[in-house]
């Protein structure tokens, strides 16, 4: 199981279920040291960028199944590479992981 910090097409309730056929609690988180833009195709993506934050939602206790459905859906490993971050959610450090852009890709 993990956290998934979610900042974009993925915040959709619906798409999520859809993709994994479950309902995940979430609650809303912010990635610092990050910065979203849009990708060449009209697809969010997120990078590092010192002085920058993104706001999105922390998805919890994503099981192994549904994240390689994730995966997939978001060309892991050649558009996304999914990270180990740290988020703030309720006032708390929080581990989890989130999608980082590929810029040479999605640019």
């Known amino acids: 199981m993990a956290d ?11 798409l999520l279920c859809r ?8 609650t809303r988180a ?6 979203k833009f849009t990708s060449r195709f009209g697809y969010p993506y997120v990078v590092p960028r010192k002085g920058f934050k993104v706001v ?3 998805i919890r206790d ?3 199944q549904s994240l390689k459905k994730l995966d ?3 060309n892991e490993g050649r558009s ?10 309720a006032g ?16």
């Open 4 to 14: 998934l910090f979610v900042y974009g097409t993925l915040r959709e309730k619906s």
């Open 30 to 35: 912010c990635l610092e040291g990050f910065r």
């Open 19 to 26: 993709l994994t056929g479950k309902d995940f609690s979430a």
């Open 72 to 74: 997939q859906y978001e």
């Open 80 to 89: 996304y590479s999914r990270k180990k971050v740290i988020v703030i959610a």
């Open 62 to 64: 994503v099981d192994e």
């Open 56 to 58: 999105g939602r922390l």
């Open 92 to 107: 708390k450090k929080t581990v989890c992981e989130v999608y980082v852009g590929n810029e040479k890709v999605l640019r």
